[in-house]
């Protein structure tokens, strides 16, 4: 019997911050350093050579490194969110090059929707910084109405259950439940959710917002936001909507070559 191969140990090294990076949906090269245990010096040989592989890339709106498509081939069971480093943020900040005004990318996380990406940080006609993670509640954003309106029956009526039960006097329409389904109803006919300029809690801003839906699951919402000073809803809409629009379109069709969710 030979000899045991010796293990390769930078090998190891990668597996370990593409495990870290999985775990975190994003990280710094810091943040990957105290998780490992790998000195910061050789984390950054690693992830420059992995990102040069395709299997990583550095989130255009601050210093995180976060997983790409690529890395589906590893795993089928990997959590496909990589598309909003790798698909969605590219094309949002080409929008906001285009129309000035910034935009967001949000899931849902809980009974919040969390900012995953966003442009504030380059757009042009921005006030707001140090978006990423910032949790929106629901019913007030564009954001969460545009998950509530096209997600699917049950997920939407989970949602506003629990949102009925919590005691944040955002959530209180939530107990309303005619009057909500009125306004969902409305969003779904008119294709788009619409937080009026001048209206509480973000009085400075309005705004509207679209799902991305993958084989008819919405993936999350992005939104573009206009500041109500200088721009009136009318033409917050007419500036924004058929541009996001033509975003939304060009997610979904770059998602329409990945697998469906499980």
């Not at 911050?17 to 790998?38: C, D, F, P, S």
């Not at 989970?158 to 329409?173: C, H």
């Not at 309005?206 to 084989?215: D, Q, T």
């Amino acid at each position: 019997m030979g000899t045991p191969a010796k293990p390769i140990r930078a090998f190891a090294r990668g597996l370990d911050l593409l495990a870290a990076l999985n775990r975190h949906g994003g990280a710094t090269a810091l943040t990957l350093a105290r998780e490992t245990g790998i000195p910061r010096a050789t984390v950054y040989r690693l992830i420059e050579t992995l990102e040069r592989e395709g299997y990583v890339a550095r989130s255009p709106s601050d210093e995180r490194w976060v997983l790409r498509l690529k890395v589906r081939g590893l795993s089928d069971g990997f959590e496909d969110e990589e598309w909003i480093s790798a698909v969605a943020a590219p094309a949002l900040y080409r929008l906001t090059a285009r129309i000035g005004w910034p935009c967001d990318l949000c899931t849902l996380e809980g009974t919040a929707m969390v900012i995953r990406e966003t442009t504030h940080r380059v757009a042009r006609f921005s006030i707001d910084r140090g978006m990423i993670g910032r949790a929106l509640p629901v019913l007030p954003s564009s954001v969460g109405q545009a998950w509530l309106a096209f997600s699917g029956r049950a997920e939407r009526e989970t949602l506003i259950g629990l949102l009925a039960a919590s005691d944040r006097a955002e959530d209180a329409p939530a107990r309303r439940g005619a009057s909500l389904a009125r306004s969902l109803a409305l969003v779904r006919r008119r294709g788009y959710a619409l937080r009026p300029g001048g209206t509480a809690p973000w009085r400075h801003t309005g705004s509207l917002a679209l799902p991305v839906r993958h084989h008819g699951v919405v993936l999350g919402c992005v939104n573009t936001v206009w500041m109500a000073r200088a721009v009136s809803t009318e033409e917050g809409v007419r500036q924004c909507l058929e541009p996001l629009r033509g975003v939304v379109a060009e997610i979904e069709a770059a998602l329409e070559k990945t697998p469906p969710p499980a």
